[in-house]
Every structure is written in C-alpha cells, then in structure tokens.
C-alpha cells in the first residue's frame, strides 16, 4: 500500500481522492502503470492519466440505462459534424454545455413522434431525446483502446493479484470491513496504522525469503505463530 486517503461522502468525493492520492503515488514511484476499478472511469479521472503519459488500464463498465431501451454506444458521434446519429439514423444536434461539462443533443421532436422505436429511446413527454457527451469523452475511448490491447489486459489482470489481495486482507483479518470511530481523523488514524502494519508483514516475509532475517526475529515470528495457534484453539 502506497498512500491512502480518508473522506467525506460527497458528490465528487472519487475526483478530490483521486486528485491528491494520484500526485503523491506518482511523485514518488514515477514507473507505475494505472490499473482502476470501473467506479474511477470517468472523463477527470481519465484525462489526469492520459495527460500525465501513462495508461489507464480499466474493466468494461455496464451501460447504466433501462431494460429495453437503447444503450448509449448505439448513439454513434459524428465528430466531422459535431452530432449524434440515433439508431435510426436520425440527427441529434448540439444544443448547448450544462455546468457539468456535457454537451447537450437533442432531437427534432416532430421526427421523434412518429418514430416507431421511440419506445426503447425515450419517455419524454415532449418527444424529445437528449444524448449528453461530456467534453472529455475522448478520454473515456482512449481508455476503451487501452482496455482491449494486450498491454492493458496484462496490467489490468495484476490488480487481482496486488491491490485487491491487499485489501481483502484488510477486511478480513485487520477490522476494515466496517468503521469502528467517528471522524476523519481517527479514521485516518485507524487507516494509516493497519496499513503501515501490513506494509511491514510484507517486508518481513520479503526479507525471510531472501534469507535477510536475523534468527532472534525468525524465533520471535515463530513463537509469535504458536502463541496464535494456541488462542486460536482456546
């Protein structure tokens, strides 16, 4: 574990984490690759990877839309033109950028009355459909790219392996499925202890393996084991 950060629930808690947690890993271990779990897709996030000269190495992320309905990537983006083209062939023109950052597109109303998908494209009263596209979602296909190469799927496949090991030990043998203290500061406390603790049992079979421990610390470890057995079985 590199750094770890405690905060408040919020709307954009995942970019203020991200943002201060990605500054500190990378100023110091500069050759790490970015493997992310599907939650941290997002143009920011993306865009502070892809701009900072490395790669982001994602899962594929579940179109959030209703049963039945169109999925987003069947709205296909004409950048020559700068408009959406719906399942049926059909334009949705830009119409403005909400505070957001996404651009708006919408149909022609007249159109959509009488289209006979309209069912599966929208609910809207009005007879209007809106396709938002955030201003970095070049970003997001960036990362699409890196997600089907094989440089991507071999970094994406260690995640299993390093950071979720690290924190399925974490819940199960260190008390951090739940919060047991009340504010941020003892949180980070708490937080910062556990992994500082762990981070040093990795070091110690690290060193046990090459042979680097002295033999008072491997009798210390070994006693130590048995005590457990002993409590364990009691």
């Known amino acids: 574990m590199l750094c770890i950060e405690a905060l408040v629930p919020k709307d954009h808690i995942l970019r203020d984490m991200f943002d201060g947690l990605y500054r500190t890993v990378l100023a110091r271990f500069p050759e790490i690759d ?136 974490a819940k199960e043998k260190h008390f951090m499925r739940y919060t047991y203290y009340r504010g941020l500061a003892k949180l980070r406390m708490q937080a910062w202890l556990t992994f500082a603790a762990m981070n040093l049992k990795k070091l110690a079979k690290w060193k046990k393996r090459n042979g680097l421990l002295s033999e008072f610390l491997l009798r210390f470890f070994r006693l130590w084991r048995e005590y457990l057995e002993i409590h364990a079985a009691t």
């Not at 939650?39 to 209703?66: E, L, N, V």
């Not at 396709?131 to 299993?160: C, F, N, Q, T």
Request: proline residues 5%.
């Open 34 to 169: 970015v493997a992310l779990d599907s939650a941290y897709k997002t143009p920011w996030i993306m865009k502070q990877i892809f701009d900072s000269g490395r790669k982001a190495a994602t899962p594929y992320k579940r179109p959030m839309t209703k049963d039945g309905f169109f999925r987003k990537y069947e709205y296909v983006y004409d950048e020559h033109y700068d408009c959406i083209l719906c399942p049926e062939d059909h334009v949705l023109k830009y119409s403005t950028t909400n505070r957001d950052g996404y651009r708006e597109y919408k149909s022609n109303p007249k159109i959509c009355a009488s289209c006979p998908s309209r069912h599966q494209c929208t609910e809207s009263k009005n007879c209007v459909k809106v396709v938002l596209r955030h201003v970095w979602e070049g970003y997001i296909e960036l990362a699409e790219d890196v997600r089907h190469s094989p440089e991507g799927k071999e970094i994406y496949s260690m995640r299993g392996q390093t950071i979720e090991r690290v924190f399925a030990d």
